[in-house]
């Protein structure tokens, strides 16, 4: 390609440029309207518009977190007379029910054989008893013997029950013993799903239908005015000096000759539930344990309340016989201390 006409490349440079005049000034001048001192009322009335706007728009953003966290904080911790509105104690209840089924499955596998597949005793005392479940089976006080073993209970060192709590050389974590706590706790408007152990499925009973169980505790529950509290020690009541009857003074040994009235225990209860016994007369009650080292006695209780004979405590199978003292005319009740649901009536006429 060749170059236009012209001088070569070394004379065109530098480039000869038009002479230029300066821009004038108003060509970067503002509009005149810009050059007034005071705002035009338009655009003051527009600054007044917008300054109020933001406002609002920070207003609402404030309203909106304010309402925000109000209703959270009802949706959280309930609505205030709406019962069942509470997503929280939705959140515990449901995670009380999963902790007591657990308890459930490690108190079959590791207490039912002593305390009784619904607690009710054996050779360990009776835990589902609605008295004890009152105050005595505190949590804490269980997590102590969980945790101490059975010589919590009476400071028997060679108690029958083992230390559970792996902080203490037990086999059962915290968090079992937490679960074996809430299962006993658990109040009987609780109904739990049984479980299976290792899968966590719902076990199916014959019929096909899903195995439930409900908590042994009655919320509702408070002891009978003047009912004694459950001992610290479940077996004090039997050692002599500690119950009524026995602080009334020497035993009284029944005449030769005298009544004997004979009571069996089988597989945790009274064979007899009805007695009759003469009034006013020492009478001798021949009770028969017949439940292999499980511990059972007799506790005879009058109309009032009041427990008027308290036999020792004996490991079955054995006999002992009960020297039971002169009792008035009258209906009777009688029941075992280490399981309050062996019960029977007792006729004084
Ligand atoms: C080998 C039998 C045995 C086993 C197993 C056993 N216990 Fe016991 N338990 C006893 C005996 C016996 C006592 C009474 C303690 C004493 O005075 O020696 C007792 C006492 C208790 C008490 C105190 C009762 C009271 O009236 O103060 C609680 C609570 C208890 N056991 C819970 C449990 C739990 C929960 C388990 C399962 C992890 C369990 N036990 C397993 C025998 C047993
Ligand atoms: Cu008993």
Redesign the pocket.
């Known amino acids: 390609m060749s170059d236009p006409s012209g001088p070569g490349p070394e004379e065109r440079l530098p480039a000869t440029r038009p002479e230029s005049t300066p821009a004038p000034a108003e060509r970067f001048s503002a509009p005149p309207s810009a050059h007034q001192l005071a705002l035009t009322p338009e655009r003051a009335a527009s600054i007044v518009r917008q300054s109020s706007s933001a406002r609002w728009v920070g207003f609402l953003a404030v309203l909106f977190v304010v309402v925000f966290v109000i209703l959270y904080y009802f949706y959280d911790l309930g609505f205030p007379g709406v019962a069942n509105t509470s997503r929280e104690a939705k959140e515990v209840a449901a995670q009380q029910v999963t902790s007591v089924e657990a308890g459930y499955n490690?108190?079959e596998a590791?207490?039912a054989?002593?305390?009784g597949a619904a607690g009710q005793g054996g050779?360990?005392?009776?835990?589902n008893d609605q008295a004890?479940l009152y105050v005595?089976?505190n949590p804490d006080?269980?997590k102590n013997?969980?945790t101490v073993g059975?010589?919590y209970?009476?400071g028997?060192p060679s108690?029958?029950?083992?230390v559970?709590a792996d902080t203490n050389g037990g086999p059962?974590n915290y968090v079992q013993i937490q679960n074996?706590i809430d299962f006993?706790r658990a109040p009987n408007t609780l109904t739990y799903t049984v479980r299976d152990n290792s899968t966590n499925e719902p076990i199916l009973d014959a019929s096909g239908k899903v195995e439930t169980g409900t908590g042994w505790r009655d919320p509702n529950f408070t002891p009978a005015a003047g009912a004694s509290p459950?001992p610290d020690?479940?077996?004090s009541a039997l050692t002599a000096g500690s119950s009524p009857a026995a602080s009334g003074g020497p035993a009284v040994t029944p005449a030769p000759g005298a009544t004997v009235v004979k009571l069996e225990a089988v597989n945790i209860a009274f064979t007899e539930t009805s007695l009759t016994a003469p009034a006013n007369a020492a009478f001798d009650l021949q009770f028969n344990n017949q439940d292999a080292s499980v511990p059972h006695n007799v506790v005879i209780v009058d109309g009032s309340g009041k427990a008027v004979f308290t036999g020792d405590i004996f490991n079955g199978p054995a006999t002992k016989d009960y020297s039971v003292p002169a009792l008035p005319a009258g209906a009777y009740t009688f029941h075992c201390a280490v399981h309050p649901n062996m019960t029977g009536t007792l006729t004084i006429k």
């Open positions: 490690l108190f590791n207490c054989r002593c305390h050779i360990g005392p009776v835990l004890k005595h089976l006080y269980i013997v969980l059975g010589r209970v009476c028997n108690s029958l029950m083992p559970w059962l074996l006993i459950v020690c479940w077996s």
